[in-house]
């Protein structure tokens, strides 16, 4: 959380007594700042934070949303990782973050790309891009994607004229992967408007001197772009694999919320839901929720940690 | 003058005591409603679009009986109506009545979420005695059956006589029920598939089992048959599996959440025999045709009444009356019984059954139950607390058998892993 510069030095100023009159100004200025702030520090203490806390207790104990919970320190955690379930739904995730979000970052930045250049039509297309973002996380998206790869399905028969006859992707386990990736690289309109605002900062005598020097595009890329918008690369990197850990919506319609065929779109979340509001083991369900805000958590470090080696930012003495 | 701290603090103080005086001020809701300000009760089911405009007439027809009562309808599939419920009765919200299902009476029961419908005034003078204790766990009535239904299995006439296949009289073993499944897939082309896989249903397992004299559950909720039994029922499909006696896997799974049945590409589907309006208006099928589930024992074909549905009540509901007068309305009430037919399974009340004229494919129904009845044995207490999960992941472990990811031994220690498990929690 942001801490209001005023209420530290409030703090720090309220062991000498006799106060300032500038100082009780600030103060004043604090509590009406607080106050305005209240409504959303209510929201988000009621609904966030105690919430969290709640559901921390709650991964410690078996509670079936009926009868009071009851600890049982750390079963659900270390059950966890015997319940086959659960690997499966680690395994189906990771592939999905590990596969989707570098296609759909590359997606993003190629069109961005090319959206760059002052062409006609340019807003047009970029509006074009970016709406499947728009609309793509709603449920009606889900059930068309989910009949446009059925069987008979407008994919099947494209494929079938090529003479490749996979047949419906829906109900074939080693498809639904790949259906649900390109789903979310079909959606790059988030990232690639950012991208897109990124490419505008870049100054365009770089790349005029660069040609001056005889660099080609490969080498202007490499050597200007990528440097150049790496901090938008790393946001958006971070903000993408964080979003794919929490797939939840597509994957429920698309698997009538049974992470079926064969398992084969069972992501962590969604297992996550079944176990707490199907199978009513919300102690269970809860375990599974901090875990993943561990990982997730962990993964971010890893990103920060890593990214002084390829992130560059304006000002930088490397 | 008012400074600017203190007229914060005002505002915030007044916003406060307006709001805890409008709190005092609502008076708490009338227990009883009149024509001029009726009380409104909540009712949700599940079903499709069908059972949707049925139950929004019955609902309609209560109204004008009752003008002191508003119901206000909701439904949802099967599936997420559980899911539904279950966010409900944890904040405390469950509707005032609802349809319910056997499999989860005593999840909701035992936990105190529903009604002792003991306690209230309803008629069910016309219930068959037999039929009643399903509804009630520990002299307590939870739920009160709509109607009943019996497993059987269907089959459409029509493609199987463009195919040239016999139909089945109904006495059959599991031998030759499953040599006429293995003929309709033979002769179907890769289009037409004889079932969708039996042995993943568990109701058709417990009816198996239940011809053998072992009973599923043991009285203290334990698994009443071992291991080897479920192999021994998995193993009875597997030189189906994979072939064009059963529908694949894959194709299932798009057609879900319609049936496969009910979809055309199967002639024959085991299940309940009030399904019959959903899959004719799924189908478009102008005729369908029930007969027994196969016995290799033909006096024990393991077949009993269950209720296809109860109506309950919430723990907390504040019109109890209102809302036994509507369940009471909707069990025992003849018009209730022409609107909805067998679409809920045959009215379990007598004043109901008496008062509805079943013709066409009704009449199939009832005169099935009617056939059936010699052989008809007590209905199972309601099932164990988590059967619901218990069922969902007997279907799932199945298909995972059918999509070749598992075998039938581990299929089946999976299945014991996940059951006992779930035993050992609600414990």
């Not at chain 1, 047009?124 to 449920?139: H, T």
């Not at chain 2, 007969?291 to 019109?319: C, E, I, Q, R």
């Not at chain 2, 509805?356 to 099932?383: C, Q």
Request: proline share 5%.
């Amino acid at each position: 959380m942001t801490q209001s510069p005023t209420l530290s030095r409030r703090s720090s100023s309220s062991s000498s007594p006799p106060l300032p009159r500038k100082s009780r100004q600030r103060g004043a200025d604090a509590r009406a700042g607080y106050t305005f702030l209240l409504p959303w520090l209510l929201g988000f203490i009621a609904l966030t934070v105690g919430p969290m806390i709640s559901s921390l207790y709650l991964s410690f104990t078996n509670y079936n949303l009926f009868e009071p919970p009851k600890w049982i320190g750390l079963d659900n955690y270390t059950t966890l990782f015997q319940d086959e379930r659960f690997l499966q739904s680690v395994g189906v995730t990771l592939s999905y973050v590990v596969f989707g979000t570098p296609l759909k970052l590359a997606a993003a930045l190629a069109v961005a790309m090319l959206l760059n250049s002052k062409r006609k039509g340019q807003g047009f297309y970029r509006s074009a891009f970016y709406a499947p973002s728009l609309i793509g996380a709603s449920v009606s998206i889900a059930i068309v994607w989910k009949a446009m790869f059925g069987d008979s399905g407008p994919v099947d028969q494209g494929l079938s004229f090529f003479g490749i006859n996979l047949g419906g992707w829906v109900g074939n386990p080693s498809m639904t992967m790949p259906m649900m990736i390109l789903l979310t690289v079909w959606q790059f309109g988030a990232p690639m408007v950012i991208f897109l605002a990124g490419l505008k900062q870049i100054p365009a005598d770089l790349y005029e001197a660069a040609s001056m020097d005889g660099a080609g595009p490969v080498r202007k890329f490499f050597n200007i772009t990528w440097p150049m918008l790496s901090p938008v690369i790393f946001f958006n990197l971070l903000m993408e694999t964080i979003h794919a850990f929490q797939i939840f919506a597509s994957a429920y319609i698309i698997s009538n919320g049974e992470g079926g065929p064969a398992g084969s779109t069972l992501f962590y979340t969604l297992y996550l839901y079944l176990r707490g509001f199907s199978d009513f083991r919300m102690g269970y369900a809860s375990a599974m929720a901090w875990l993943l805000v561990v990982v997730v958590g962990i993964i971010t470090l890893i990103f920060f940690k890593t990214s002084k080696s390829w992130v560059h930012y304006s000002g930088d003495s490397k | 003058m008012i400074s600017r701290r203190n007229f914060l603090t005002t505002v915030a103080l007044g916003t406060a005591s307006a709001a805890a005086l409008a709190a005092c001020g609502s008076p708490a809701p009338a227990q009883t409603g009149s024509a001029a300000n009726p009380v409104t009760i909540n009712y949700t089911w599940w079903g499709n679009d069908d059972r949707a405009t049925r139950t929004r007439k019955a609902i309609a027809l209560f109204e004008s009986k009752n003008p002191d009562i508003k119901v206000n309808g909701n439904f949802t599939d099967f599936a997420g109506y559980w899911q539904k419920r279950a966010t409900e009765a944890a904040g405390g919200g469950l509707p005032d009545v609802m349809q319910w299902d056997l499999s989860y009476l005593r999840d909701y029961g035992q936990r105190n979420q529903l009604l002792d419908l003991g306690t209230v005034k309803i008629d069910t003078s016309g219930f068959d005695k037999s039929l009643l204790p399903s509804g009630q766990i520990k002299g307590k009535t939870y739920g009160i059956p709509t109607s009943t239904n019996a497993f059987a299995v269907y089959y459409d006439p029509a493609k199987l006589k463009s195919l040239g296949v016999s139909e089945p009289d109904g006495s059959w073993t599991y031998d030759e029920y499953k040599s006429w499944l293995k003929e309709v897939g033979a002769k179907g082309n890769g289009t037409i598939f004889g079932s969708t896989d039996f042995t993943g249903i568990w109701w058709q397992f417990n009816i198996w089992l239940r011809q053998n004299n072992i009973e599923a559950f043991t009285e203290d909720g334990k698994l009443g048959f071992s291991k080897d039994d479920l192999k021994t029922w998995w193993n009875m499909a597997s030189d189906l599996r994979g072939t064009p006696a059963l529908v694949s896997e894959e194709r299932a799974t798009q057609l879900a959440p319609k049936s496969p049945f009910g979809s055309n590409v199967t002639v024959a589907e085991n299940t309940w025999d009030n399904f019959m309006a959903g899959y004719l208006a799924d189908s478009g099928a102008k005729e369908l045709k029930i007969v027994p589930v196969p016995s290799d024992d033909p006096d024990n074909l393991g077949l009993f009444l269950k209720p296809s549905m109860l109506m309950v009540a919430s723990a907390k509901t504040k019109f109890k009356d209102a809302s036994a007068r509507f369940i009471d309305f909707m069990i025992n009430d003849p018009e209730v019984g022409q609107i909805f037919k067998t679409s809920r399974g045959v009215p379990a009340s007598k004043t109901q059954r008496d008062g509805t004229t079943f013709e066409g494919t009704d009449k199939i129904v009832v005169d099935y139950e009617k056939s059936i009845e010699k052989y008809l044995k007590d209905a199972p207490e309601p099932p164990i607390v988590g059967f619901g999960t218990l069922e969902a992941s007997f279907k799932r472990i199945s298909s995972d058998l059918n999509f070749g990811k598992l075998t039938v031994d581990s299929a089946a220690d999976a299945w014991f892993k996940e059951a006992e498990d779930l035993i050992k929690q609600n414990a």
